[in-house]
């Protein structure tokens, strides 16, 4: 990888090359099968192993694919937010949910918020729950709206522009109550009727309901990360009722949100003394991914200053999460290629496929997820990029792209 700092998608050069490779390519623009009109397709009743969401957030709307197939799966439209909650999987209930904004003029006017319930077969509504008008929308669109561990309740996060969250009962079809959250951000589920949240003074919070979704008790932290000097990234992976987060410097924080108050159960770094004097930092948008069961960390670094938090990367390093070392670095291929490959009507594994291979720059990828089966899937993304990279999670090998995943966002969702 380049000591050079990752910074945003080259556009020009990229733009260049598609340019002038696309005379001769469109001579190479391969046969399309036409599509079969008037089907009516449902999902499996259990969501497979391998399947990932894909929003997009410029299309308005959230992708389902196969990650062992590549095809599409479905598609749910999303709000008029550019990152709202991706859909969220209710286990047990056989319903999606997605938080939606809309306004009464399109873009202005009165606004209504919903979260709408989808059947997690046919993908068709079955019911909507009207919620204050302060569902939260940010660039990357991660742990605005959770379904907690008792899957009868969802709560989402509210910032208008005070931060509260909002409690939604999927079994009784309406909103429970709304529970301020002064200073704190974002809602991770911890177990039952349980969520942690995020706060600026440097704690955590975590929040219990009461059987019928109403706030029961709250607990914090003492102060275990300075925000000013060494921010924690809110795109923290779950581990049982932990939540691992790292910071800006890449030091990783390990919260237990299992009693009355979330505890720093551990800290570390994730690089040497001579990788920090050589600039590798962690970066993207959703940048650690946790495979449980194996204890592998995934995480997007690149090499850049301060201020880089947000870059993508080419690489992804591997740890072991009990031993806290570094085990493996997997070396990502670009992704343009499947990206503009659809659109000049350019084959996978052709020769062309080959040449924009070697000819396009890599920008790295922001975003990464891990399926927690027996045979992990890794996906990786980069933001304005229309293509998923589909790897062995444990030997790092591509196996496949899925392209045409839409136009531009960070967010991978698979489901656990």
Same mark, same amino acid.
């Given at each position: 990888?380049?000591?050079?700092?990752?910074?945003? /998608?080259?556009?020009?050069?990229?733009?260049?090359?598609?340019?002038?490779?696309?005379?001769?390519?469109?001579?190479?623009?391969?046969? *399309?099968?036409?599509?079969?009109?008037?089907?009516?397709?449902?999902?499996?009743?259990?969501?497979?192993?391998?399947?990932?969401?894909?929003?997009?957030?410029?299309?308005?709307?959230?992708?389902?694919?196969?990650?062992?197939?590549?095809? %599409?799966?479905?598609?749910?439209?999303?709000?008029?937010?550019?990152?709202?909650?991706?859909?969220?999987?209710?286990?047990?209930?056989?319903? *999606? %949910?997605?938080?939606?904004?809309?306004?009464?003029?399109?873009?202005?006017?009165?606004?209504?918020?919903?979260?709408?319930?989808?059947?997690?077969?046919? $993908?068709?509504?079955?019911?909507?729950?009207?919620?204050?008008?302060?569902?939260?929308?940010? &660039?990357?669109?991660?742990?605005?709206?959770?379904?907690?561990?008792?899957?009868?309740?969802?709560?989402?996060?509210?910032?208008?522009?005070?931060?509260?969250? @909002?409690?939604?009962?999927?079994?009784?079809?309406?909103?429970?109550?709304?529970?301020?959250?002064?200073?704190?951000?974002?809602?991770?589920?911890?177990?039952?009727?349980?969520?942690?949240?995020?706060?600026?003074?440097?704690?955590?919070?975590?929040?219990?309901?009461?059987?019928?979704?109403?706030?029961?008790?709250?607990?914090?932290?003492?102060?275990?990360?300075?925000?000013?000097?060494?921010?924690?990234?809110?795109?923290?992976?779950?581990?049982?009722?932990?939540? $691992?987060?790292? @910071?800006?410097? &890449?030091?990783?924080?390990?919260?237990?949100?299992?009693?009355?108050?979330?505890? /720093?159960?551990?800290?570390?770094?994730?690089?040497?003394?001579?990788?920090?004097?050589?600039?590798?930092?962690?970066?993207?948008?959703?940048?650690?991914?946790?495979?449980?069961?194996?204890?592998? $960390?995934?995480?997007?670094?690149?090499?850049?200053?301060?201020? @880089?938090?947000?870059?993508?990367?080419?690489? *992804?390093?591997?740890?072991?999460?009990?031993?806290?070392?570094?085990?493996?670095?997997?070396?990502?291929?670009?992704?343009?290629?499947?990206?503009?490959?659809?659109? /000049?009507?350019?084959?996978?594994?052709?020769?062309?496929?080959? $040449?924009?291979?070697?000819? /396009?720059?890599?920008?790295?990828?922001?975003?990464?997820?891990?399926?927690?089966?027996?045979?992990?899937?890794?996906? %990786?993304?980069?933001?304005?990029?229309?293509?998923?990279?589909?790897?062995?999670?444990?030997?790092?090998?591509?196996?496949?792209?899925?392209?045409?995943?839409?136009? @531009?966002?960070?967010?991978?969702?698979?489901?656990?």
């Amino acid at each position: 990888m380049s000591g050079r700092r990752q910074g945003r /998608l080259p556009a020009a050069a990229a733009v260049a090359a598609a340019l002038v490779l696309l005379g001769t390519a469109l001579a190479a623009r391969a046969e *399309i099968e036409p599509d079969e009109h008037g089907q009516i397709l449902t999902l499996p009743a259990a969501a497979g192993p391998h399947w990932v969401w894909v929003p997009d957030r410029l299309m308005h709307h959230s992708v389902l694919f196969d990650g062992d197939s590549g095809r %599409v799966l479905g598609t749910l439209d999303g709000a008029w937010t550019l990152s709202g909650p991706a859909p969220l999987l209710a286990p047990g209930r056989g319903e *999606i %949910v997605v938080v939606d904004a809309v306004y009464d003029r399109g873009h202005r006017g009165t606004r209504r918020d919903f979260a709408t319930i989808y059947d997690a077969v046919t $993908l068709a509504v079955r019911d909507e729950v009207e919620i204050p008008p302060r569902a939260a929308s940010v &660039g990357h669109g991660i742990a605005l709206a959770a379904v907690l561990d008792d899957p009868r309740f969802v709560v989402v996060f509210n910032q208008d522009p005070s931060n509260s969250v @909002s409690v939604v009962d999927l079994e009784g079809r309406r909103f429970v109550e709304e529970i301020v959250v002064a200073g704190c951000a974002l809602v991770y589920p911890v177990g039952g009727r349980r969520f942690g949240t995020l706060c600026g003074d440097g704690t955590a919070l975590v929040v219990e309901l009461d059987a019928d979704g109403r706030h029961a008790r709250s607990g914090r932290s003492e102060p275990f990360f300075d925000p000013v000097t060494d921010p924690l990234t809110e795109k923290g992976v779950r581990d049982g009722a932990r939540w $691992l987060f790292a @910071s800006f410097e &890449g030091y990783l924080h390990e919260v237990d949100f299992a009693g009355p108050g979330p505890v /720093l159960a551990r800290r570390w770094s994730l690089f040497g003394d001579d990788e920090r004097q050589d600039g590798w930092r962690v970066g993207g948008m959703q940048h650690v991914a946790l495979h449980r069961a194996s204890r592998r $960390l995934y995480s997007i670094v690149h090499q850049g200053g301060a201020g @880089s938090h947000k870059d993508p990367g080419t690489a *992804i390093w591997v740890y072991d999460l009990d031993r806290r070392a570094r085990t493996e670095v997997l070396e990502l291929a670009t992704l343009l290629p499947a990206f503009l490959g659809p659109l /000049l009507g350019i084959a996978p594994g052709s020769w062309w496929d080959w $040449l924009l291979g070697v000819t /396009l720059p890599n920008p790295g990828v922001h975003s990464i997820a891990v399926t927690q089966d027996e045979a992990p899937l890794l996906f %990786v993304r980069h933001d304005e990029i229309g293509a998923v990279g589909v790897h062995d999670a444990l030997t790092g090998a591509r196996l496949r792209t899925l392209d045409e995943a839409g136009i @531009s966002g960070p967010t991978l969702v698979v489901y656990e």
